[in-house]
């Protein structure tokens, strides 16, 4: 059994696996050496052979227990027919919704469109690399989809007011997320991947009374779901108010905690395993300073069963030095 499994499933608290968010990506040289020559992102993720070789990239680097599939959850609404662009210094770009066709798309049209990454999955666990690891396939988790899909790009701090004008469409639009993140799973797990994490980047948007229809509800069907496939599923549901009330509620293999949230808290109230924490800032500074930061978490979690990352993903700024170091530390624990 792969230390991640062994972590999640005999609750093992003796070893501390590693992997990274976004460790496929720009702090590493060779990824944008391949970037600069493809402009265009979501080909780039389209194909089939350098998103396998940018997936194997970190492993070839690092001593990590798990594999992520070099692909973006944006892949869900692109392979729906919605228009998605990458800028550059801006970020995703979306078109507009239509409803209509969205709704009216067949599992065939859009498994058709996104057959390139299950084949990446269906190559990486062929991979020598691979072997004794998870490999990590994703999605977006509904909530954090529907935000780009109706904001149509990053909402960065907040919402404005109007995003919620259109209730008709957000409720039709939910259900077509749902429908088709759960096709998205089933072939990512088909082709391959052992594992699965829910990215919902803006669950900290949410209000309160809001937290049922749009995180809870939603969120519970996809984990329902990916448990029904038999692989154990991760939920990041990155600046939650109440980590302990999602974790009750929405009951995932894992959690994965954001940075700003005390991990001494969750250590004390949450029994499940988790992961993640580290601000991904500390990488920026010195080893003494990430020795010490990351130890912190080490320490805190070390009779709780922990998979070691960051609170959010890896920053392009990272020297890839101190990659290096952090996860020979955490081996060394
Ligand atoms: O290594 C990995 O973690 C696997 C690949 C991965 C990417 N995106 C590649 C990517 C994963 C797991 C994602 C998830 C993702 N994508 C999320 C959830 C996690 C998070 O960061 O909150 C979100 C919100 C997106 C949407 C997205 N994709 C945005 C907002 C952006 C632009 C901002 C940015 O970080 O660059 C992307 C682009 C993107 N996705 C890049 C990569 C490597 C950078 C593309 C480039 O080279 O320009």
Redesign the pocket.
């Known amino acids: 059994m792969s230390p991640i499994q062994k972590c999640i499933k005999k609750k093992s608290t003796k070893n501390k696996p590693i992997w990274l ?6 702090y590493l040289p060779e ?1 944008r050496d391949i ?1 600069a020559k493809n402009p265009d ?1 979501i080909k780039l993720c389209l194909n089939e052979k350098l998103s396998t070789e940018i ?1 194997l990239q ?1 492993l070839r680097r690092f001593d990590l227990d798990a594999g ?7 892949m869900l609404p692109y392979g729906l027919g919605q228009s998605v662009e ?1 800028k ?1 210094n801006f ?2 770009e979306l078109g507009e919704v239509q409803i209509e066709n969205l709704s009216n798309q067949s599992e065939a049209q859009f498994i058709k469109k996104l057959l390139p990454v299950y084949n990446l999955i269906n190559n990486m666990s062929k991979s020598e690399i691979i072997k004794e690891k998870d490999l990590f396939g ?1 999605v ?1 988790a509904p909530w ?1 989809l529907l935000v ?1 899909m109706i904001n149509r790009m ?1 909402p960065k701090k907040k919402l404005n007011k109007n995003f919620f004008n259109n209730k008709d469409l957000i409720d039709k639009l939910l259900k077509v997320i749902v429908k088709f993140t759960k096709i998205h799973l089933k072939h990512q797990v088909r082709a391959g991947a052992t594992i699965i ?1 829910i ?1 919902d ?2 669950a900290g948007l949410v209000d309160e009374k809001d937290l049922e229809y749009f995180i809870y509800k939603p969120t519970r069907e996809i984990v329902n779901f990916s448990k029904s496939l038999n692989v154990p599923v991760i939920c ?1 549901p ?1 600046e939650i108010k109440d980590y302990k009330k999602f974790v009750e509620t929405i009951n995932p293999d894992v959690v994965s905690i954001d940075y700003n949230i005390d991990p001494k808290d969750i250590s004390d109230t949450i029994q499940i395993p988790i992961q993640g924490g580290l601000d991904p800032k500390i990488l920026l500074s010195n080893k003494e300073n990430l020795k010490i930061e990351a130890k912190r978490y080490l320490d805190i979690f070390k009779d709780h069963p922990y998979i070691f990352n960051l609170g ?2 890896v920053l ?1 700024e990272t020297d890839p030095n101190m990659v290096d170091y952090l996860v020979k530390m955490v081996k060394d624990y």
Do not use: C, N, V
């Not at 968010?21 to 720009?26: E, I, K, S, V």
């Open positions: 968010m976004r460790q496929a990506g720009r990824f970037r992102f997936s970190p992520i599939i070099f692909s973006d959850i944006l990458f550059k970020g995703p994703f977006g954090t780009y990053s994490q990215f980047s803006w990041f990155r959010h993903g392009p």
